[in-house]
């Protein structure tokens, strides 16, 4: 079963960018969707982005539609989620997490989770 640790959080102005990454372990890496969740304080954990195992299909939530980007290097066993334009309001602990099937935007299909990084915009 694949594991995932994530990194590449951090404190970071309004208007900047991070790069997330999230590292799987597991020889079946390419052969899962990947998401991105978040959860901010006192909140639901939500959908941000997802992608196919071959990286051809990707899916946004409307509120970071334009602004973040998500990738995957299957030979690097690495997803990652390129942040620009960040707001205070994307700030939140963000997870990664492998899908199992059916719909990318639904949070019970997806079985295995990382720890989660954090994430704050704010000057």
């Known amino acids: 079963q694949v594991q995932l640790v994530e990194s590449g959080g951090g404190l970071v102005q309004p208007g900047g960018s991070l790069r997330l990454s999230c590292a799987a372990s597991?020889?079946?890496?390419?052969?899962?969707?990947m998401g991105w969740f978040r959860q901010a304080p006192g909140k639901e954990r939500e959908f941000v982005a997802a992608i196919n195992w071959s990286g051809g299909t990707t899916l946004y939530a409307d509120s970071v539609k334009g602004r973040f980007t998500i990738s995957r290097d299957n030979a690097k066993n690495t997803v990652y989620l390129q942040m620009s334009s960040l707001k205070p309001e994307d700030t939140a602990v963000y997870y990664c997490a492998a899908h199992t099937g059916g719909s990318f935007y639904v949070r019970a299909n997806y079985n295995v989770w990382g720890q989660g990084t954090q994430v704050t915009v704010s000057s």
């Open positions: 597991g020889r079946t890496f390419s052969s899962y969707g």
